[in-house]
T-cell receptor, first 113, second 115 residues
């Protein structure tokens, strides 16, 4: 069965610093992988997705993620954090049959000025 | 275009009462999903519909939970005899279909509080 592990329930960075949010997945078949962001009291917004077309995926708001099969990882990065990036981030894997999403526990990103 | 909408945005109910939560998916999306987000359990899948096929109910936590989708569009999630552990944010999402690399678009959620 598919599963997702996000290392670090809370990450704190300074404004302008590199953002790195870690995600490792478990899947018996090539997965579809997603990163979603959730701002307070809002629904989930897609940041980016991996669908096997390219291992380096660029998303919205300057975020990108690299699919590494050998490491079963799909870490999310942004070169320079902005205050508006403060939110909760979820990594998810899509179950092959039906595309149900299995989510990681989430990582709350705090950006310090 | 219009996104996924959910109503009500907030619902407070007494323990033992029934509640209905509504989801309007994006027009033309054939797949519709319900998830629950709670402090203890994180984000978890509940049920999904694809076209006219039988729904996948494998995530429903108990037989007090049910859902239907009328006319391939609007969906209603019903919780009977609510319990305090049902308190959570219920999220609805829709997708072009349930196969292939199609992302799910989420609604703003319904926050359910059972007192």
């Amino acid at each position: 069965a598919q599963s997702v592990t996000q290392l670090g329930s809370h990450v704190s960075v300074s404004e302008g610093a590199l953002v790195l949010l870690r995600c490792n997945y478990s899947s018996s078949v090539p997965p579809y992988l997603f990163w979603y962001v959730q701002y307070p009291n809002q629904g989930l917004q897609l940041l980016l997705k991996y669908t096997s077309a390219a291992t380096l995926v660029k998303g919205i708001n300057g975020f990108e993620a690299e699919f590494k099969k050998s490491e079963t990882s799909f870490h999310l990065t942004k070169p320079s954090a902005h205050m508006s990036d403060a939110a909760e981030y979820f990594c998810a894997v899509s179950v092959f049959n039906g595309n149900k999403l299995v989510f990681g526990a989430g990582t709350i990103l705090r950006v310090k000025s | 275009g219009a996104g996924v909408s959910q109503s009500p945005s907030n619902k407070v109910t007494e323990k033992g009462k029934d509640v209905e939560l509504r989801c309007d998916p994006i027009s033309g999306h054939t797949a519709l999903y319900w998830y629950r987000q709670s402090l203890g359990q994180g984000l978890e899948f509940l049920i999904y519909f694809q076209g006219n096929s039988a729904p996948d109910k494998s995530g429903l936590p108990s037989d007090r939970f049910s859902a239907e989708r009328t006319g391939g569009s609007v969906s209603t999630l019903t919780i009977q005899r609510t319990q305090q552990e049902d308190s959570a944010v219920y999220l609805c999402a829709s997708s072009v279909r349930d196969r292939g690399p199609y992302e799910q678009y989420f609604g703003p959620g319904t926050r359910l509080t059972v007192t």
